[in-house]
């Protein structure tokens, strides 16, 4: 499932590229917003409303929350309910800032991932994520 949602995001022309240097730095705040508002509602069972915090090309692709949610339980159920969240660096690449998300998963797990961010109308939503290498334990 991973590779379909990468495959989805490159062939939307969304690619993680090397990492640019920052010409500003964007507002953690306003991404780390998004991404945790996007996990309450995965949290609270609402596809509907996580599937707002998706970019214009993201809601291209799956079409509707039903598909996405879909997608989210089969390759990312890590940010259904995770137990613990933590926020990383924040990065620039070529495609877009790009913020490190640790996520604890009810069996005691650590997944690191990467979101990509979009801004649009003058909000961040979520161009794509990745799963990166597990962080060490206690990170």
């Known amino acids: 499932m991973k590779q379909i949602f ?17 010409a500003a730095d964007p507002p953690s705040d306003g991404i780390q917003a998004t991404i945790s508002s ?27 929350s039903e598909t996405f949610g879909g997608m989210v339980e089969r390759g990312y159920a890590m940010v259904i309910d995770p137990v613990e969240l933590r926020y990383g660096d924040l990065r620039s690449e070529a495609a877009g800032p790009v913020q490190r998300v640790l996520v604890r998963d009810a069996g005691g797990v650590w997944h690191a991932l ?21 962080p060490p334990v206690g990170a």
């Open 38 to 64: 996007q996990i309450d509602a995965f949290r609270a069972g609402d596809m509907a409303g996580a599937f707002d915090f998706a970019s214009q090309g993201i809601r291209q692709i799956f079409g509707n």
């Open 6 to 22: 990468l495959a989805a995001i490159l062939a939307a022309g969304v690619a993680f590229g090397p990492a640019q240097p920052l």
């Open 114 to 134: 990467d979101y990509l961010m979009v801004e649009e109308d003058g909000a961040w939503r979520i161009g794509g994520v990745e799963i990166v290498t597990a």
